[in-house]
């Protein structure tokens, strides 16, 4: 079954540390979603890419969020430096445009700054 | 912008029981896609269903159907014959170009199914 991977899991980390997630998406999908989910706030979506071009990031906090996909396998998501309102679990996600219908989540990144 | 309502933050429904969750939505496109995902306690986000704005029959997979009123802004999921796994959170969205842009999420109905 083809699938989204989204590496780590689970992150437990301290205020002001790096935390890089990962996302590999489905091969052959061309766009690819970064969402953050949390209690207060539900899914908010935080950039994403079509072609690995950046179409949206106007949902991140650019002075310490940055999103990129340095080849058409590998999304990542980066924050530097983290702060305890950064806890929250984020999801990629992946599709293909030009295919109407779903659009593929993985399993999520869960981040507990402190 | 565009925007999802759902309206009921929780449901309690007796297995084998049809379930019907609301969900309304805003938006000036002409063309857009509808979706429904499920998430249970387990986190992961699953796609159910799919309606594209010029789609004319309402779309079903399986024991969900997707009641999709384009003039009163609705689409409402239907489960059939509910199941005790079928207990999750669910979200309705909605996006642009039939769903090949960015998904607007509504705030999500939790739905307990009772044996």
């Known amino acids: ?114 | 912008a565009q925007k999802i309502t759902q309206t009921q933050p929780g449901m309690f429904v007796q297995e084998k029981e049809a379930v019907t969750l609301d969900c309304t939505y805003d938006t000036s496109d002409q063309s857009y896609g509808l979706f429904w995902y499920k998430q249970p306690s387990s986190g992961e986000m699953i796609f159910l269903i799919y309606q594209g704005s010029y789609d004319e029959q309402n779309a079903t997979e399986g024991r969900y159907s997707l009641n999709f009123q384009k003039a009163r802004k609705s689409a409402n999921l239907v489960i059939s014959a509910s199941q005790l796994g079928d207990s999750a959170m669910y979200f309705c969205a909605i996006a642009s170009n039939f769903g090949n842009e960015k998904l607007t999420f509504g705030t999500g109905t939790r739905l307990t199914i009772i044996p």
């Open chain 1, 1 to 114: 079954d083809a699938r989204v991977t989204q590496t780590p899991r689970h992150k437990v980390t301290e205020m002001g540390q790096e935390v890089t997630m990962r996302c590999q998406p489905i091969l052959g999908h061309n766009t690819v979603f970064w969402y953050r989910q949390t209690m207060m706030q539900g899914l908010e979506l935080l950039a994403y890419f079509r072609n690995r071009a950046p179409l949206d990031d106007s949902g991140m906090p650019k002075d310490r969020f940055s999103a990129e996909m340095p080849d058409a396998t590998l999304a990542t998501l980066k924050i530097q430096p983290s702060e305890p309102r950064d806890s929250a679990v984020y999801f990629c996600a992946s599709g293909y445009r030009g295919r109407t219908g779903e659009l593929f989540f993985g399993e999520g990144s869960r981040l507990t700054v402190l």
